[in-house]
């Protein structure tokens, strides 16, 4: 049955040129990124996907964010090899030889476009599904282990770099360039702030994992990135779905000693689980290297504008 899980399996087994050396190739996750963030910003909207510029531009910039720097990039290599996934399947044009395309010029004049199994393009419409079809590709092709998470955290970096440089050319206009909003930032984003919070919740320390490394837990920004494009580590914390949406609501806040504080006038029933008044004073759970640690001015901003005392 094609479902979801189906489709994570899919992201997480892509067949992917790699070597002990040059470690993964990035071509056809970066592909299919490029494709979903065009999909979550409409850019993309039946299922005919274009070798248009606005698909090779965004290849382009992801490559240069994200990409294998071992490899060399190229949109026409990915293209016309992930038809052997069985997902993705090409419409040639009558003229096409047969032979693969060496260059994208040449991939244009072979291809009319590519299309997705169409229970895959039904599931990326919905954002909670394009969510964990992103992180089936994050978890699967850029991987936790110490040398390669430093790897992660750098590609975040990228993202808040690149956030910046966009904002101050004045591009958030231009739909091919939201790179401040999209996804898949979020999902590089959440990577880095969960792995160094071990998985947990930093306010009660819930931690479930499930398949394809999915787990429970979300990287919370601590200054809304909407007002202050600020995705860097120390403007994040792991939080639980509903730890997350409280710290967001402003029912609880940090301190600079980073203690909890719960707001007054919470009317709770939790017959299952630790209310969250009986975290106050309670010290947040923070991660093994202080250079990580919640930032202090940020943690301030939280306690003075969202804060409900």
């Not at 997480?12 to 790699?18: E, F, I, P, R, Y």
């Not at 837990?217 to 779905?241: E, M, T």
Request: charged share 25%; net charge neutral.
């Amino acid at each position: 049955m094609k479902n979801i899980f189906y489709y994570c399996q899919r992201f997480s087994a892509l067949n992917v040129s790699s070597s002990q050396k040059r470690g993964n190739a990035h071509y056809k996750p970066l592909l299919l990124l490029s494709v979903i963030d065009l999909i979550a910003r409409n850019i993309i909207t039946n299922n005919e996907i274009m070798v248009s510029n606005a698909l090779i531009e965004t290849f382009e910039r992801y490559w240069n964010l994200i990409g294998s720097k071992s490899y060399k990039g190229g949109l026409h290599y990915p293209f016309f090899h992930l038809q052997s996934e069985g997902f993705w399947h090409l419409q040639f044009k009558p003229e096409f030889n047969g032979l693969q395309p060496k260059t994208t010029n040449k991939l244009k004049e072979a291809v009319e476009y590519a299309y997705l199994d169409s229970e895959l393009f039904s599931l990326l419409q919905d954002e909670l599904t394009r969510k964990e079809l992103i992180d089936a590709l994050v978890a699967a092709f850029f991987s936790d282990n110490e040398r390669e998470i430093e790897e992660i955290l750098q590609i975040n970096q990228n993202f808040q770099d690149s956030s910046l440089e966009i904002e101050s050319l004045n591009l958030e206009t231009n739909p091919r360039w939201r790179f401040n909003k999209t996804v898949i930032r979020n999902a590089f984003f959440r990577k880095a702030i969960i792995h160094i919070y071990d998985y947990k919740c930093a306010f009660c320390g819930l931690k479930v994992n499930k398949s394809f490394r999915q787990n429970i837990v979300d990287g919370a920004h601590i200054k809304p990135f909407s007002q202050f494009y600020d995705s860097r580590i120390n403007n994040g914390i792991s939080l639980c779905k509903n730890h997350h949406w409280a710290f967001d609501s402003g029912w609880f806040t940090v301190d600079k000693q980073y203690k909890i504080i719960i707001s007054r006038d919470l009317q709770e029933e939790s017959p299952h689980a630790t209310p969250m008044k009986d975290f106050h004073g309670e010290k947040l759970i923070l991660p093994n290297s202080e250079k990580y640690f919640p930032d202090s001015e940020a943690l301030q901003w939280h306690h003075q504008n969202l804060f409900q005392e």
